[in-house]
């Protein structure tokens, strides 16, 4: 059973900066893409960042230069570090994974491709 679980989020004045994880079980860690999706009130839910197997990553235009992805393969764990946050950076950010590239990710994939999901973590960004 895949599991993926996030931290570390909480509410931050806008120019501070957050790092969220995803601690992943229960599968082969190494061979999925990875992701971190995230969803305002009222909007969709949108890719921000993935990374995969080689350690390529990809980015929403929004957060390029700000957002970083990584991961610790001998943890299991996904971050994403968030520097010069923003009020529109605000929502409930989610990690996701999927095997179906085996371990490459189709550039940012978005959420209706994404197979396993964490419940989410909740980041605020006050003005």
């Known amino acids: 059973q895949v599991q993926l679980v996030e931290s570390g989020g909480g509410s931050v004045q806008a120019g501070g900066s957050l790092r969220l994880s995803c601690a992943a079980s229960?599968?082969?860690?190494?061979?999925?893409?990875m992701g971190w999706f995230r969803q305002a009130p009222g909007k969709e839910r949108e890719g921000v960042a993935a990374?995969?197997?080689?350690?390529?990553?990809n980015y929403a235009d929004s957060v390029k230069g700000r957002f970083t992805i990584s991961k610790d393969n001998a943890k299991n764990t996904l971050y994403l570090q968030m520097n010069s946050l923003k009020p529109e950076d605000t929502g409930t950010y989610y990690c996701?994974?999927?095997?179906?590239?085996?371990?490459?990710?189709?550039?940012?994939?978005?959420?209706?491709?994404?197979?396993?999901w964490g419940k989410g973590t909740l980041v605020t960004i006050s003005s």
């Open positions: 996701a994974a999927d095997p179906r590239w085996s371990g490459r990710c189709p550039g940012l994939p978005t959420q209706d491709v994404m197979t396993y």
């Open positions: 229960g599968y082969t860690y190494r061979r999925y893409c």
């Open positions: 990374i995969d197997n080689d350690l390529r990553t």
